[in-house]
């Protein structure tokens, strides 16, 4: 990836570019290994920009942060009513995994839950999506929804986070991605109160 890309031009594309280029470096590395030039740099804006607009490093990781969750949590909410709404929602934590890793290696580094994160979209989402096929007679109502949204998000992130590892040791092979969809679907025959009653994961051979 190239550490500088063209150069943005208005307050808004300025906040857009810095959030992209931090939520990337933020990913690669933890926050402490990342200067306030080196965001700059690979956003490709003056340092001075990202002082003006969002104060501290600190507070344009939240910035990060607020906006992943944001992203990835409107794209679960889409899935609610969708048959296929697990595997959905499993293609929408792939899609945003810089958010799992961001959020992975600050915890691991001691740091407050408060200072990093505003608002809880992501499990607020699963909640309800949860609650939708309980309501469907799907999913197994004798298991809190609150504890079914975070198991799903414990196990899709903690795929996501060790994946390499997780399908070198495992013996498992395949298309990344649709050993994610095929994983969350055998998860969540566990909390199906009918499994048989799940839709069946798409395959790309089908």
Known sequence: MSSTRRRPHGKDAVKKALIKAAAELFSERSAAAVSVRD????????????????????????????????????????????????????????????????????LLDGESLASIRDGFPVLEALREQAKHLQAAGI???????????????????G????????????????????????????????LAKHPDLLPKPERDDD
């Open 159 to 190: 795929w996501l986070v060790f994946e390499p590892f997780i399908l070198r040791a495992s013996g498992l092979e395949g298309e990344p991605e649709q050993l994610r969809v095929d994983m969350l679907h055998t998860f969540l025959q566990l």
């Open 39 to 106: 965001i700059a740099k690979r956003a490709g804006v003056n340092h001075a920009l990202l002082h003006r607009h969002f104060g501290t490093k600190d507070a344009l990781r939240k910035a990060v942060m607020d906006d992943l969750a944001a992203e990835m949590g409107g794209a679960m909410a889409k899935t609610l009513a969708s048959p296929a709404g697990p595997a959905a929602a499993m293609h929408a934590v792939g899609d945003n995994v810089g958010f799992v890793r961001i959020l992975a290696r600050a």
């Open 139 to 157: 999913a197994r109502d004798d298991v809190d929804a609150r504890m079914m949204a975070g198991l799903t998000l414990a196990v899709c992130s």
